[in-house]
């Protein structure tokens, strides 16, 4: 996934009305305002009453589910190997919001600050916090991606990290 497919499939769920933030490690660059490193997938929040436009606009350009985890995630997959991971998101009156998880009993939460901007290429992008990044990144065994990606935060924000 390059910064050009990122911007491209900003651009087209944008023209198709839809609101998502840039999440995992494109989140973080986009915080950080440049590349720091390959990237699979993109990661991207929307509103959940959204997915109906989300997932029209896609297909339109290709994407295919190849992953279901509702309510917690699914997966599109385009010809070119392309993969979005896509979270959805059921807002509060007070702009927070939650994300089902598989423990039902804890749902992710997003404070209404968490939702931000960043820069990915040059280009104004919605994106998740460094805190909001930070609480994701806690309660597993971490790759080498993951401290990669909080080392730049730490680095860059001066915000502590789990590891």
Do not use: K, N
Not at 43 to 50: N, T, V
Not at 77 to 90: A, I, N, Q, Y
């Amino acid at each position: 996934m390059t910064a050009d497919d990122v911007r491209a499939v900003l651009a087209l769920l944008r023209r198709a009305g839809a609101d998502v933030w840039v999440g995992g490690g494109w989140g973080i660059d986009a915080l950080v305002g440049e590349q720091t490193r390959e990237h699979r997938d993109l990661d991207l929040m929307h509103r959940q009453e959204q997915e109906p436009v989300v997932l029209a606009a896609l297909a339109d350009a290709a994407f295919t589910e190849s992953l279901d985890q509702r309510p917690v995630r699914f997966v599109v997959t385009d010809p070119d190997g392309r993969v979005l991971d896509l979270h959805p998101l059921v807002f509060a009156d007070d702009g927070s919001a939650r994300q089902a998880s598989f423990a039902a009993e804890r749902p992710f939460v997003y404070p209404a600050e968490c939702f931000v901007t960043g820069t990915v290429a040059g280009e104004r992008v919605p994106c998740l916090s460094a805190a909001q990044q930070v609480s994701f990144h806690q309660g597993y065994e971490p790759t080498d991606r993951d401290r990669h990606d909080m080392a730049l935060l730490r680095t860059v924000f001066g915000i502590a990290t789990h590891f």
